[in-house]
């Protein structure tokens, strides 16, 4: 098994999945330019860096794993203690691959997103966003900004704001508008086979800040945007007994009581 490991060169932890890889008998590539010709790839860091591995793998569709050195970590499920076991389930076969939706942004930026798209404002004052879906006129946003997230970045910035926590597997888009001045706007969920667009005004006609991920540009007052299901799918790996639902347990500590009982 051939393995395009993406990491962080200067990661202090990096030395133990190299370890762990060699132990096993698997070839590597460390940070490959391209993960053609491998089997799988291995992210090992945060988010961040799981990001960074899916945008440099490109339109390669081999599956990916990522096992988590940093903090919170949602798409980085596999907890660093656990690289060993989760190396032998690779081995031995005992993993399903999740086929998840990207989202593809076209008009005023370009590109392909794992999480969401936002814009955003640029300073102080709040900018509005108009909503269609599908041809189709919904709303206006009056507000900090908007997110269009994926089911996989349900967990990230959308649910900082509210937005609903989606399983991976459904396919859809949640709009979740970021500090909204109209307060009977709430987060919408949609079929991802829709096409939204947006449109974003600005006081004064300055610059709004859009995001695809975690790149960002700045976009002039009155930019476009088309968003649609990209012809790529992600393929994240998930080794046996590590459920999506399990990682929101142990991440988000629900059903452990908090309360001092002192």
Request: proline share 4%; hydrophobic share 40%; net charge neutral.
């Amino acid at each position: 098994m051939k393995i395009a490991l993406y990491a962080r060169a200067e990661n202090p932890d990096l030395s133990t999945v190299v370890r762990e890889i060699d132990r096993r008998g698997f070839a590597y590539a460390l940070n490959p330019e391209s993960s053609a010709g491998y089997d799988l790839a291995l992210s090992f860091g945060g988010d961040g860096t799981f990001l960074s591995a899916v945008r440099k793998m490109g339109a390669c569709q081999i599956p990916i794993l990522g096992i988590n050195s940093g903090r919170l970590g949602f798409m980085a499920a596999v907890a660093a203690d656990e690289i060993g076991p989760a190396m032998d389930k690779l081995r031995e076969g005992r993993y399903s691959v999740e086929e998840r939706t990207l989202l593809a942004v076209e008009s005023g930026a370009t590109g392909r997103a794992v999480n969401e798209f936002t814009i955003q404002k640029e300073g102080m004052s709040m900018i509005s966003v108009e909503i269609g879906i599908d041809g189709g006129n919904v709303a206006t946003y009056w507000a900090d900004g908007v997110i269009v997230s994926t089911s996989t970045g349900s967990t990230a910035y959308s649910m900082s704001v509210g937005g609903a926590i989606v399983a991976p597997g459904c396919r859809c888009w949640i709009l979740s508008p970021i500090a909204p001045h109209n307060l009977n706007i709430r987060p919408l969920v949609v079929p991802d086979t829709s096409v939204v667009t947006l449109r974003v005004t600005t006081r004064n006609g300055g610059e709004a800040i859009a995001t695809i991920d975690n790149r960002e540009q700045r976009v002039a007052n009155g930019t476009g945007f088309t968003l649609s299901r990209a012809e790529q799918v992600l393929r994240v790996i998930r080794p046996e007994g590590n459920s999506f639902y399990k990682t929101l347990r142990d991440k988000l500590l629900w059903g452990v009581d908090a309360r001092n009982n002192g």
